[in-house]
């Protein structure tokens, strides 16, 4: 008997290797035959379809191969052009070959290939003008980011994006929104998903897109669900049903009666909870989803184990595991096996749990199925050992341990691979990077000459300006004064008309000098970065500038490097013109210190600037005594690190809801008493912190019920109670709330602040 059964099985053996055999060698002579085709074919878009048609039969670990014999089609096209096709179709069909290739690597999980691959798919469906399909590859991107372990460069290319169509495109737009809340209730922040899946479930309604709406719908009450607003979570799927009968999508029907089921359970509400899997029953016979009376049956045991109806909740499992043996669902029933074997357990069958068990894991192996064999093992254990066959329960637990190991070894495996893909693809990208640099310097070398050039006009045309208004404040007393003595010798007729002659003069040299004035403002915001330069370098960032006057001593400097950026807050002394000519002097200081000397230490560049302040001050016969308070950050590109020094000025940084303030040394950018050398902070990688910088502007504004001071105390608590908020958000609310401070006085009494926040 024995000998025979060997025959048989050897015989099937052989049956299914020549069966295997065979279908391979037919699939290889349609390839060949296809290359054969390729070779002798004269039409470059017969060619293309041929190139489709290997990729569309080779085997997917070949997909590469051939996806790449495709994409070098392409290419050749496009550099020698072709007479039959236009850009646009061969560029489509590259992005068709790409996609071939991306599929190879998401089966390999070689996700830095994928991110590559979709940079470049990315770049040419800008080229092809196809605003859906960028976008499209761009959240796929986010995706391939999130499962590399990029979740900050993934969030980064979400948010980035999503900016851009804010107010210009509302599909695309809610299209980010929805992504972007997929993306946080990925990472378990439900809460936050809320905030993104709310606004674009409106935007589709508003658009009229009810299909996605409700799909959009059904994950709202399912965040309300699971953060335990379950009355919110049932109230969204009943709107959602409202939807139903406009969409006709039946099968999202029986998802949301599967939804308002298990929120019913999680409120204890069995009657209602019951009445949805009648619900659930029914849609599945109207629309013939088989699907759906599997779990139904499922949703009956669940809901006769809360009840404490062992047989009822025994006789439901079974119920499902019939079920799911009788449509061939592999998957779902080796999960209810899974939830029959621990039934058993708990409920003292333990020879009963055994079988189960033993079937459970026969089907795991069959599925390759290491994480359930690994269940099925440890629910043996458990069985056997309370079965009292402990021989058997050793065997079971060593098996067990044998699972996790082989669990722990895949991870590892898995996690070398990572590393050593994103290893390689790093050298790729550095080399890159190294180009580019050497583009940039040469550019950069250029730029800062006429940079120079630049600045030196502006401060000359700036002090220039401020002479000009000191010689018509002289000159209009010296004509008051005039006018005064010539009054007293004339008739009353001729003293109305010198008046109103005077007032004519007055008002002509009033505007003359505003004229100035505002010249000098452009000529001081030209030393200013301007907010897209910023927003460039720091995506997550805003700036708070308001001066008091026309033009103003507080002002901020932005200053980039191959290798560092610089940023900070500055209030020199005085008000208006004064304070104006200062910042430009104590500006181009900066300026010189970072560019010039080359220095990149916050302390040193203030320690440079100093010099070449005390320096152009002493150029003058009079003691100037004025300088600058100043709060200054450099940040090193390759890395999170970074570096702040102050002059009378402090840093906050705020974290987990707590402020810390890092305080500033003691002196002014100028002439001190016992001047000391700047001290400069370092820090690692904090983590996720917002860094505030500021002037004394916003603290010191007069206003409230009593026109007091705002002081800091108070600007501390919107910091700590805001921080977790966006920077758009963080903008409109620092805003408001200096507003209606000092709404209730007539005038500001202090140049309004300069604040400049970054959230790394």
């Known amino acids: 008997m024995i000998k025979i059964n060997q025959v048989k099985i050897i015989l099937v053996f052989v049956f299914l290797s020549f069966f295997c055999w065979e279908n391979f060698s037919q699939t290889q002579k349609k390839l060949d035959s296809i290359l054969v085709l390729i070779s002798n074919c004269k039409s470059d878009s017969a060619k293309l379809k041929h190139y489709k048609a290997l990729c569309e039969i080779c085997p997917v670990e070949e997909n590469i191969k051939y996806g790449s014999l495709g994409i070098k089609f392409t290419e050749q096209l496009i550099k020698s052009g072709s007479g039959e096709l236009t850009k646009k179709q061969i560029l489509n069909s590259k992005i068709y070959f790409l996609e071939i290739e991306n599929y190879f690597h998401t089966e390999k999980r070689n996700y830095f290939e994928q ?133 006709k999508d039946y099968q999202t029907e029986g998802y949301i009666f599967q939804r308002m089921f298990s929120t019913y359970m999680a409120m204890n509400d069995f009657q209602n909870a019951e009445l949805m899997i009648e619900k659930l029953k029914a849609c599945a016979e109207k629309n013939n989803e088989s699907g759906f009376i599997g779990l139904s049956y499922w949703c009956m045991a669940q809901l006769y184990g809360a009840k404490k109806n062992t047989e009822k909740e025994k006789e439901f499992l079974l119920k499902s595991i019939k079920f799911y043996e009788s449509v061939n669902d592999k998957n779902n029933l080796q999960y209810r096996l899974i939830n029959l074997g621990i039934f058993y357990l708990d409920n003292y069958q333990f020879k009963d749990a055994i079988v189960s068990s033993k079937k459970g894991l026969e089907l795991s192996r069959e599925l390759k199925d290491i994480y359930s064999q690994r269940d099925f093992l440890n629910l043996l254990y458990l069985s056997y050992k309370k079965f009292n066959k402990f021989d058997q329960a050793l065997k079971a637990h060593e098996e067990y341990q044998s699972a996790i190991d082989s669990i722990q070894s895949l991870e590892n495996h898995k996690s070398i691979e990572t590393k050593e893909s994103e290893l390689l693809f790093e050298k790729k990208q550095t080399k890159l990077q190294e180009e580019q640099l050497q583009k940039d310097l040469i550019t950069k070398k250029e730029s800062e000459k006429q940079i120079v050039i630049r600045n030196s006009l502006l401060i000359g045309l700036v002090l220039i300006a401020i002479f000009i208004g000191f010689i018509l404040k002289n000159y209009r007393q010296k004509q008051k004064s005039n006018i005064l003595l010539q009054e007293q010798n004339e008739t009353i007729r001729t003293q109305k008309s010198e ?72 209030d020199c002394t005085g008000h208006g013109v004064p304070g104006a000519m200062l910042s430009v002097v104590c500006a181009n200081a900066l300026t010189r210190s970072v560019r010039e000397f080359k220095l990149y230490e916050p302390g040193k560049i203030l320690d440079k600037t100093r010099d070449l302040v005390l320096e152009t001050f002493a150029k003058s016969a009079e003691d100037v005594k004025d300088g600058m308070d100043i709060s200054l950050i450099s940040i090193e590109k390759n890395n999170r690190k970074f570096a702040w020094s102050g002059a009378n000025n402090p840093l906050w940084l705020v974290k987990e809801g707590k402020l810390t303030e890092v305080k500033a040394d003691k002196q002014p950018i100028g002439k001190s008493e016992n001047p000391s050398p700047f001290t400069t902070h370092f820090f690692d990688d904090l983590g996720p912190v917002t860094i505030y910088l500021f002037t004394d502007g916003y603290a010191d504004q007069f206003g409230g019920p009593k026109g007091k001071k705002f002081k800091y105390k108070q600007l501390e608590e919107i910091c700590i109670a805001n921080s977790d908020k966006s920077m758009t958000e963080q903008q409109r609310i620092f805003t408001q709330k200096f507003e209606d401070w000092k709404k209730e006085i007539a005038t500001d009494l202090k140049n309004k602040p300069c604040v400049f926040l970054l959230q790394s």
């Open 115 to 247: 991110i590559q691959l979709n940079q470049f798919m990315i770049q040419i469906g800008k080229e092809l003008n196809d605003t859906l399909k960028t976008e499209e590859k761009y959240v796929e991107l986010a995706r391939i980011l999130q499962k590399a372990g990029k979740t900050r460069d993934a969030f980064d290319t979400l948010s980035t994006r999503i900016k851009l169509f804010e107010k210009n495109n509302a599909i695309i737009h809610a299209y980010y929104l929805r992504n972007i809340g997929e993306f946080y209730y990925q990472i378990g922040k439900n809460e936050k998903s809320l905030e993104y899946f709310l606004p674009a479930y409106s935007t589709y309604i508003q658009l009229n897109k009810l299909s996605i709406a409700s799909d959009v719908l059904l994950r709202i009450s399912e965040q309300y669900n699971l953060i335990g607003l379950n009355n919110k979570s049932i109230e969204k799927c009943k709107e959602n049903l409202k939807l139903i009968e406009k969409t």
């Open 499 to 570: 008046v109103e002659i005077q007032k004519h003069f007055i008002e002509e040299k009033q505007k003359e000098i505003l004229d100035s004035l505002q010249y000098a403002k452009r000529i001081q915001n030209a030393i200013l970065a301007r907010p897209e330069e910023i927003n460039k370098q720091l995506p997550e960032n805003f700036l708070l500038y308001r001066p008091k006057d026309i033009v103003a001593g507080d002002f901020y400097f932005f200053e980039v490097t191959p290798t560092h950026i610089f940023y900070a807050a500055a």
